[in-house]
């Protein structure tokens, strides 16, 4: 509506190679842009948490070429790391969140440089510096925390981020309260993770930075745990081996030889047996999840979103359709904009509609 106050909000996403930033007055983007960071610049650092003013420096120089500085903000929002389980919500970032993030108290990641760089441009500014809903974010309920055995917890962590925004998204284009719905939200892309939403919480998923759930581009995803104590045990692999064996070389890359899923259903079409039958085993998982995922929620289930980059593959999303939509009806949301939830959340806080939650370890 005229009149209202409009609010310029800075957001930052860094991920391996590469740091995405936008500008956005209230929900539009003015401008975005992906810098990428060579093999050879990165590899100078120690650590992923070094990195972090090399790419602030990077981030400062973006916005002047684009006429803009920090302190013409009035929130700089950051894609949150791997910290401690928390509810959903937009966290101000703080010394225990710093800590985290350097520590890298979930694990390291470039997803934990979001509050490093956002923090010092708070401090060299003024401007208030936020993340929303990081991977680590956890409303599981009870029964979904039982792993089997006393010594090990299930443990939430996913794309909250966008799994989140989607379902919000869906909730107000159907004109209802995403707290009064049941959603199943599936995001692929380079991971996959499968929730439950049921009363604004999503009281189930994976680990899906950890091994748990559907295989995808190059994670292994939940595999059968003797054989994996064997591999550990044979003597032919160190740990590091073994680890990459199950986050970064199986999946579509140990199967079929390349992460790359255009090319995969590609590769189906022409003729390619293996290749059809790697990405039928694929979709089998993922709907099987998303199965499994159904009977978390209280009551029938609303709707299963579909997204991330995967979601952009028709033959791919189809056959989940076909495979799911027994459950549900399916809606399609390719891709991620996470750029655009990261500034929501910021919006939301600044316009009064929720209070910025505070990071308590």
């Known amino acids: ?41 990165l590899d100078v650092f120690e650590s992923i948490a070094d990195q972090w003013e090399f790419r602030r420096g990077l981030v400062l ?9 920090a302190r013409d903000m009035d929130a700089v929002c950051c894609r949150g790391g791997l910290i401690r389980p928390i509810p959903s919500g937009t966290y101000r970032v703080n010394e225990a969140m710093l800590r985290d993030c350097r520590e890298g108290f979930m694990g390291h990641h470039a997803s934990n440089l979001g509050a490093l760089i956002g923090h010092q441009l708070q401090e060299e500014t003024g401007v208030p510096a936020f993340v929303v809903d990081p991977p680590s974010v956890d409303e599981m309920s009870a029964s979904a925390c039982y792993s089997g055995h006393p010594l090990i917890r299930r443990t939430s962590l996913f794309h909250a981020l966008n799994q989140k925004a989607v379902a919000r998204r869906y909730a107000a284009e159907t004109g209802r309260r995403y707290e009064d719905l049941n959603l199943i939200v599936c995001h692929m892309g380079g991971g996959v993770s499968v929730g439950a939403h049921a009363g604004g919480r999503v009281v189930d998923t994976e680990n899906a930075f950890g091994g748990e759930g559907p295989f995808t581009p190059g994670r292994a995803g939940s595999m059968p745990v003797n054989e ?14 073994i680890l990459d064996m199950m986050t970064r070389e199986g999946g579509m890359l140990a199967y079929a030889g390349t992460t790359n899923v255009q090319e995969l259903v590609s590769s189906a079409q022409e003729g390619n047996g293996a290749v059809r039958e790697v990405l039928e085993a694929f979709c089998y998982q993922v709907a099987k999840e998303i199965a499994a995922m159904s009977v978390a929620a209280p009551g029938n289930i609303d709707q299963i979103l579909l997204t991330g980059g995967i979601a ?13 939509e027994w459950i549900a009806p ?18 939301r806080v600044l316009r009064g509609e929720e209070e910025a939650k505070e990071y308590r370890p």
């Open 228 to 241: 994996i104590i064997e591999l550990c045990f044979c003597g032919e692999h160190s740990r590091e081996e």
């Open 1 to 41: 509506m005229s009149g209202e106050r409009q609010y310029r909000i800075l957001t930052i996403n860094p991920g391996s190679t590469s740091t995405k930033i936008a500008v956005f007055e209230d929900e539009k983007e003015l401008f975005g842009e992906t810098l990428r960071h060579s093999a050879e610049e």
């Open 312 to 324: 952009y593959s028709a033959p791919i999303t189809e056959r989940l359709r076909a495979q799911t």
């Open 330 to 347: 399916v809606t399609i949301y390719p891709g991620e904009d996470e750029m655009l939830s990261l500034a929501q959340g910021a919006l």
């Open 61 to 69: 120089d973006a916005l002047r070429e684009h006429g803009m500085g």
